[in-house]
């Protein structure tokens, strides 16, 4: 149930509408507000005070305009614009002002009585108006009243005066009172209503708010955190920007068009609804703007991502790294001589920076003190350089050393092989010799049999020497070439030619799909003959009978392929790597003929030759693929006698 | 025919004495020298009809040798060396020898090469009858286009008429490289289309009739990729 609950709550369409239902909310919440305060003539105050009496609205709204209209029109004789609604009755002990009479004024149940002292202006101009007077002479005063005393908070100080006590009474009539509670009244009951329903509003966008902050992220299939794949990947300072200023331009917005906007009235104005309409439409844009980032941190701060995830992180981090990789000196940590230039350059920054920051700092407070960073400079950039320029020429040194070490060692390699192989090769001359002249004695027959394997044997050891030193001088890159342009078709015709005797010995049928015009390359033509010689060879010797070789060549833009196949007659428990290593052969049971270095020596003459050559392994299928580039071509010179 | 003198030099006194015994089975007359001076100075007291002389020896070698040698006499000079570059081939036969065997050899080989480079020299010697127009002489082969016949270091070798053709065509031009279309073109008088193995095939039968060792051809080459040429000696 628990888990249903769930899963149902992390639904995307749920989500959404959680998101939408807030937004809604939140918007009819900002209108209401906005309804409430500002545009309806609605008293918030009747919420919390019962009695007209008792609020704020009576006091500030009536008895203290009713005072200060009195005393401004005793004191500085300025006329009331209307007709009061109430009573009053003013004495300093000598004279009094009224509109009633004191025994009258008494008897009234809402009736107020202020003790004070009153500044009054020396003379008291009758004829007041303030066009024509500096206004500072005669400034109204304002009273403010207290729970029952008035504050002079203002009074003109300009011209002399005198200061007189007084009392002064303000009633009001019972009917006036009445009156007053009853709108009081009617306001409360809709206010109340009105608050009731924002409250209402707020509240429940706040249960899906909760409600989002708990669900994104999350998936009903698991309970992993997943990012969002294009929000989550603005960062967090920017995300946070972005709300701030989303903030600062919807306030703004409803700041500037507010003041534009009618006073409270009992009905609503045309420009109060469409700024209601303005108003809804703004919030709704920024609280989906808003809501959206929010989201995202929030997602961020559960993948515990939102810290590391900000722009400020990922620059203070990479700032650290490349500082961090300056002073790094691991990696020189094997060579002496960069490993000193390093450590010299850091030295070398560091002082400098110092240096220039202390010149900066005495020349500034304009002491002569700056010569000395100066000085220091220059013997520091002196140093540098010099112990540079050593440390250069101790690598310039060890570099040269290391080329003529080089040098050497591929002169002893030509040497070594060019050595070996004649000291091969002399002894080797004798025992054939002697095993000639041997065959050539009258021998017992055993005797007769023995030289026989000699001969056989030596042969063969004649041809792995041979084979041995081509391959030795081919892969040390010692292979004399004698590269020409040739027709590669034609090589391979030439080859099988050559080797017709022994293709018909080998009961194999070799089956050629060859380009239908010449192929030129440019190559060694003796060496490729030895290539497919081999690689032919190969395949008439491990070829399953009354199976066949197949020799295909293709040209494909500019490359040429050819790819020789043939069926093992034997179990290839053998990658295509191992076979070309040296002295490997494909059927090892088979220690009888060859060298083994065949396809070694194919590979090694191909790659001289500037060709590529590969060996795949398919099944029963041996194929060995070569490609060359095409050069230029070079049509064959026409000879004429 | 006096039975020949043959010279072996050879620092490898083993070697030297294992031809040393071919070449008297075969009933030839033969001195040994462990080095270049010995050789020379062999030489001196010598009638000496071919030399045998191994490149890496030490004193004076084979090369300085065989220089020394041809400022005064021009009999045969088969080299011997390890050495199997055809660079190292190509720079002694240039310097004067007329044969090149590699270490290790076949002793039937070198048996062979000794054989003809005497019967040519010996020939040569007798009679001066090579310089006919109707015979074309390349090397030890001499060809009578009149007679149809072919000699090798003056041994008759039998050819097909058209290993003959191929082969004057060849030996006409020699040192030039021909192509398979090109040789079938003037042999067989027919328009060519893929005969490259037809080709191959003839100059292989010819190889093995007129070569001592076909498989290093002195005379018929094939040029990989190219075509074919006799070698211009």
Not at chain 1, 271 to 279: G, N
Request: with cysteine; aromatic share 10%.
């Amino acid at each position: 149930m628990v888990t249903k609950l769930r899963r149902f709550s992390r639904k995307k369409g749920l989500k959404i509408f959680s998101f939408a239902l807030t937004v809604f909310l939140l918007v009819s919440a900002i209108i209401q507000t906005y309804y409430i305060f500002y545009a309806s003539n609605l008293n918030i105050e009747s919420l919390f005070v019962k009695d007209y009496v008792e609020s704020d609205g009576f006091r500030y709204g009536e008895i203290t305009p009713a005072i200060n209209d009195v005393l401004n029109k005793i004191t500085v004789g300025k006329k009331l614009d209307y007709i009061p609604k109430y009573f009053y009755y003013y004495t300093d002990g000598e004279k009094y002002y009224n509109n009633i009479t004191l025994s009258e004024i008494i008897k009234l149940k809402y009736h107020y009585e202020y003790d004070g002292e009153i500044w009054f202006p020396k003379e008291k101009p009758d004829d007041y108006n303030s066009s024509d007077k500096n206004d500072s002479d005669y400034l109204e005063a304002y009273y403010l009243v207290g729970s029952d005393h008035i504050y002079d908070i203002s009074h003109n100080e300009a011209q002399d005066g005198e200061m007189k006590n007084y009392t002064l009474y303000i009633g009001f009539s019972e009917e006036h009172m009445q009156q007053k509670q009853q709108e009081w009244n009617s306001d409360r009951s809709e206010v109340l209503s009105k608050v009731k329903l924002l409250v209402l509003s707020l509240v429940m966008s706040l249960i899906c708010i909760i409600h989002l902050i708990t669900v994104t992220g999350r998936n009903p299939e698991d309970d992993k955190v997943h990012l969002t794949p294009y929000m989550d990947r603005i960062y967090t300072d920017i995300q946070f920007l972005l709300i701030i200023l989303t903030l600062v331009i919807w306030f703004g917005g409803i700041n500037n068009q507010m003041n534009y906007t009618s006073d409270p009235s009992d009905v609503l104005s045309m420009d109060q609804i469409v700024m209601m309409i303005y108003l809804g439409i703004l919030s709704g844009i920024a609280l989906i703007i808003c809501g959206v980032l929010f989201l995202s941190m929030v997602r961020k701060l559960k993948a515990r991502k939102l810290l590391k995830h900000s722009l400020m992180y990922a620059i203070g981090s990479g700032i650290n790294k490349y500082i961090r990789s300056l002073f790094d000196i691991k990696r020189f940590e094997n060579y002496p001589l960069t490993d000193s230039l390093n450590r010299r350059q850091i030295i070398f920054t560091v002082a400098s920076g110092l240096l220039v920051f202390l010149f900066t700092i005495f020349s500034l407070l304009s002491t002569i003190l700056w010569i000395f960073p100066l000085m220091l400079e220059a013997v520091v950039i002196y140093w540098y350089f010099y112990e540079n320029r050593k440390t250069f020429e101790e690598i310039n040194l060890g570099f040269q050393e290391s080329l003529k070490e080089q040098m050497k060692s591929e002169r002893m390699k030509v040497d070594l092989i060019t050595n070996v192989s004649h000291d091969l090769k002399t002894p080797l001359t004798s025992i054939i010799s002697y095993v000639e002249l041997l065959s050539k004695e009258e021998l017992p027959e055993a005797a007769r049999d023995y030289v026989n394997i000699l001969a056989d044997k030596s042969g063969r050891l004649k041809n792995i020497v041979s084979d041995l030193f081509d391959l030795a001088k081919s892969t040390s890159g010692n292979l004399p070439l004698n590269m020409e342009n040739l027709d590669l078709k034609k090589l391979i015709e030439q080859t099988l030619g050559d080797m017709e005797d022994e293709i018909e010995k080998s009961n194999i049928r070799i089956k050629t799909t060859l380009t239908e015009s010449p192929v030129y390359i440019y190559s060694d033509g003796k060496k490729l003959y030895r290539v497919f010689q081999n690689i032919i060879g190969n395949a008439l010797k491990y070829s399953l009978q009354g199976t066949r070789i197949f020799i295909d060549m293709e040209v494909d833009n500019k490359i040429v392929n050819v790819v020789i196949k043939n069926t093992a007659s034997y179990d290839m428990d053998f990658t295509a790597e191992e076979i070309l290593q040296r002295f490997n052969r494909g059927d090892k049971s088979r220690t009888t003929e060859g060298s083994g270095l065949g396809l070694s020596i194919a590979e090694s003459f191909t790659r001289a030759c500037g060709g590529n050559f590969k060996v795949e392994i398919d099944g029963d299928q041996f194929k060995v693929k070569l490609r060359f580039t095409i050069s230029g071509v070079v049509p064959l010179p026409e000879m004429d006698n | 025919m006096e039975t020949a003198k043959i010279l072996v030099a050879d620092d490898d006194k083993e070697i030297a004495g294992a031809i040393e015994k071919l070449l008297k089975m075969e009933g030839y007359e033969v001195i040994k020298a462990y080095n270049g001076m010995e050789a020379l100075d062999a030489l001196v007291s010598n009638q000496v009809q071919l030399i045998i002389l191994d490149i890496m020896m030490p004193k004076l070698d084979g090369l300085s040798t065989m220089m020394k040698i041809r400022d005064s006499k021009n009999i045969p000079i088969i080299l011997l060396s390890a050495k199997s570059e055809d660079s190292d081939k190509i720079l002694g036969l240039s310097m004067g020898a007329d044969d090149y065997v590699t270490k290790p050899f076949n002793p039937q080989e070198l048996l062979a090469r000794v054989k003809s480079q005497l019967r040519r020299y010996l020939q040569l010697g007798d009679k001066d009858s090579n310089n006919s127009a109707n015979k074309i002489v390349i090397g030890g082969i001499c060809m009578d286009v009149e007679k149809v016949e072919l000699t090798v270091d003056g041994e008759p070798v039998k050819l097909t008429a058209k290993e003959f053709k191929i082969l004057e065509f060849l030996m006409r031009n020699a040192g030039c490289v021909f192509s398979a279309e090109q040789i079938y073109e003037r042999v067989w008088q027919e328009t060519a289309y893929s005969v490259e193995n037809t080709v191959m095939v003839h100059i292989r039968r010819i190889r093995e009739k007129i070569e001592i060792n076909p498989k290093e051809p002195k005379y018929l080459k094939v040029v990989w990729g190219i075509g074919y040429k006799i070698e211009k000696i």
